[in-house]
DNA sequence: GTTTGCGATTAACCTCGATCATGACGATTC
DNA sequence: GAATCGTCATGATCGAGGTTAATCGCAAAC
């Protein structure tokens, strides 16, 4: 129930059953948290992660003036801060964006995981650097692309994500963002991101409206952002078959 | 010998000379090669990964214009590509920036190294989520510094890591840069860059000339980046003890 | 029915950094 | 010595996006 969406559909990596319940052992306790609530501090040290069941989350910098840089934002099925388990101490707050649901999973319980279960403990490894390639994907948006590419790009691979957590139909979904939140994803003004919001409405590529996304021309919003999905390592099974594929020796 | 650096200076993961010993046993290959060459190609299916032993490499994407956004750059000691090795197709490109030397691990050690050494693949996952770090860290510079915070962000850091690498001495350091490259690093022109290195020279903060750099006052250099190196998990013999190292249960 | 407050919207102005262009300098190579 | 190339340097111009501020819409609260 509560890890249905970890690592779903990720090629190669996707949980056996037994490996799902043994995470969904793992899992202490869950609980559900309102919008706006920051779950852990950066120089915090910590013994358990979040898996996030329901609702939208984010990790962020803050800078010297109290504006904040979003480096991620997490959808249902991801272990938000997985990564807190080899380093112990964070380097960024943690919060949520919408209520949320998480469980959380004590690191005494991943030492018995990656003790036991070595196979597991590489898509654990694989999950946390999935969150590494999606930074990757931001670093290449905030350096090389324009406003409008910016939240294009945003957009597109948010509907990705989503879709493949079966929260979006791939034309329309909720993000529960306002647009000072798009602003802090993607290092412009509040009133920037109205003007592109606009441009974007009025070319025809999406609407984001309280909350929504609707996109309208799904292949010119990526062509703009200059989106390509294989970053995010989904199972599509359009995609080729990879050269490599081979069970380990 | 090849690996003497890596994880070096880094609080709890440090490696055990057994440890070490395997990793290095775990080396297939060692090569130099030339500056500007590329090591590894996005999409492309790895078997193995590489540990910079000499020189500094880059992972970098590249834009639909031929432009680059780099995403990383390793210096000595950095296990480059460790994150194919759970992700086994990369997102990106790796390549030299100056010449180097590498030492090649095949999966199959590292796939050993996962079933009979739990601790130590603690440790190797750690690593790549320190390169995570790192990521977050330049998010951070391209979300939200100007251009001179974001190249005196990038020195610091640098030095920083170079220095527990020993190859600064926290006043200066010879990076095998241009200015072009710092211009892909930071999201900038060479055109701005040359700008930004004149104004950080002309205020008395750093020097940068023919790939050298001299650290003029550190804790301005500091300040105007914005930089703290706490996300670099560096094991700092005058910082406070953490609260929570006590040994696993 | 009024107040409160958040989020979206729009306008006016201005700055930072991109763009374009040109040239200097040093290190190859012929 | 001349030619070529990579890197550094600097000026002029321009536009994307920041800053500031005012307004509007709408839902919740009283």
Known sequence: MLTDRFLRDRRGV???????????????????VEARRIIARAGEWLDQST?????IMSRYLDDRNGLRQLVAIHLPGDFVDLHAYPLKRLD????TMTPATIAIVPHAELDAITEEMPELTRKLWFATLLDAAIHR???????????????????CETNVRLQS??????????LGLTQADVAEICGLTTVHVNRVVRHLREEGLCIFRNGKVEILDAAKLAR???????YLYIDDPASPTPPDQRPRR
Chains 1, 2 share one sequence.
């Open 92 to 95: 960024h707050d943690v919060g």
């Open 14 to 32: 996707s949980l056996e059953a037994g490996e799902r319940a043994r995470l969904e052992a793992a899992v202490s306790t869950t609980s559900t």
């Open 224 to 230: 703009r952002g200059q989106f390509d999905p294989a």
């Open 51 to 55: 898996l996030l069941v329901e609702g």
């Open 137 to 155: 994907a931001w670093l290449f948006r905030l350096g090389r692309l324009d406003a409008i590419g910016r939240v294009a790009h945003f957009f």
């Open 165 to 174: 957590a079966g929260l979006s139909d791939g034309r329309r979904f909720n």
